[in-house]
């Protein structure tokens, strides 16, 4: 049976990946809608490759250039929030895949759930910030939430089945970033061209930046908590610097259950798009004579304070991991101009959460009102020097 997709978020990273995948399987996955931000030039190119009856750009002034493009197509362009949830609304489409950056993505999330729609979730901030209003919703509405980051999905392969009673904790691994191995004096001076140099993955600006900084693995500790319900505690982070066991699960029993493949994001894509079943993927197998060993290490806390913020975020709950989120999402769009130094990142965050008065159960209202207040924040800080 086809599955038919709605994918925001189709120009960045995991977007074209996911196409990658739809463009091998064109008998499996048909695409229903797209939406991107403001790349006309590659939304043109997609909508003539795939001939999605809807499209949504996040300015409408991208909007109207694109209807410029593609006027020869019979074709609905909208834009902004009121767009996004329009697709996410919209009765054709099996599959909502989420690869928006930012806490955009929540509403839009939210609204699939309502719409009955399959969840495949690439957007962290999403749980992060509002896991205790999307868990409940899709729970309610029986959506299964499947997620599409390596990590998440490596977990949720390895659970396959397992109750979450059965789990002792969770190996999150991570590969260290850009900057793994060096220490606070060396990383005074780094800018943003220094921290988007990742090995391993092709991941998107914000989220190499994020991988530099540690607090892309700190979100994906508040994540995880929310995806296969467990505390913080349980969830220890591994430095695995090859990025070939992409995360592991210990049991009650002391079994750790692993999964390893080379790294290559259109695995756990495909995956999300094609559960329960696995379908043949063109990319090298492991090679365990050649691997040999792997090298596991704790991560280094004291310089990459980016995690521990992120586990106080999360003990501490309610509204703290919405400032912990919105505070580096701003102070990442600022350090990407140039405007601030790598290790600015952690004061700007820590400052944000220590001025922040913590609200125990916030509406979706509440959330985006608190965002709004952390990046004023750390404009104000930033500003003032």
């Not at 499209?55 to 006027?71: F, K, N, P």
């Not at 309502?114 to 979730?121: E, P, Q, S």
């Not at 029986?142 to 977990?155: N, R, Y």
Request: net charge negative; charged share 25%; glycine share 6%.
């Amino acid at each position: 049976m086809t599955k038919k997709l709605i994918i925001i978020g189709s120009t960045g990273s995991i977007g074209t990946q996911t196409l990658d995948v739809v463009r091998a399987y064109p008998d499996r996955f048909q695409v229903a809608a797209l939406a991107a931000g403001r790349n006309t030039v590659l939304m043109e190119a997609q909508i003539r490759e795939f001939r999605p009856g809807t499209v949504c750009m996040w300015s409408e002034e991208a909007a109207a250039d694109l209807r410029v493009r593609v006027a020869d197509l019979n074709i609905e362009i909208v834009s902004g929030m009121e767009g996004l949830l329009q697709l996410a609304s919209m009765d054709e489409g099996d599959i909502f895949l989420n690869s928006v950056v930012g806490m955009i993505g929540i509403r839009p999330t939210l609204a699939a759930i309502a719409a009955g729609k399959t969840i495949a979730l690439a957007n962290k901030e999403t749980l992060v910030t509002a896991g205790h209003l999307i868990m409940p919703a899709a729970a309610a509405a029986s959506v299964p939430i499947l997620p599409v980051d390596s990590e998440h999905s490596a977990i949720f392969q390895c659970l396959n089945g397992e109750p979450a009673n059965r789990i002792r904790r969770i190996l999150l691994t991570c590969s260290g970033g850009t900057f793994r191995g060096r220490k606070t004096d060396e990383l005074k001076g780094m800018h943003a061209a220094d921290a988007l140099k990742n090995p391993n993955w092709d991941m998107g600006a914000k989220v190499t930046i994020d991988s530099a900084s540690l607090v892309n693995k700190g979100l994906e500790v508040l994540e995880a908590k929310w995806l296969f319900n467990v505390d913080v505690d349980d969830i220890t982070v591994v430095v695995q610097p090859r990025s070939i066991v992409h995360s592991a699960v210990e049991f009650v029993d002391g079994t750790v259950m692993a999964q390893m493949a080379m790294p290559d994001m259109r695995l756990p894509i495909q995956y999300a798009l094609t559960y329960p079943d696995r379908l043949p993927l063109d990319i090298p197998p492991v090679d365990l004579f050649e691997l040999a060993s792997i090298e596991f290490m704790r991560p280094d806390t004291e310089t990459f304070r980016g995690l521990p913020l992120a586990y106080r975020a999360g003990h501490e709950g309610g509204s703290l991991p919405t400032v912990f989120n919105a505070a580096n999402e701003e102070a990442v769009a600022w350090f990407m101009k140039d405007r601030i130094e790598f290790l600015e990142l952690y004061r700007l965050i820590e400052a944000a959460m220590d001025a922040h008065t913590v609200c125990g159960d916030p509406s979706l209202e509440e959330i985006l009102e608190i965002e709004k207040w952390a990046r004023a924040f750390v404009r104000e800080k930033i500003k003032k020097g």
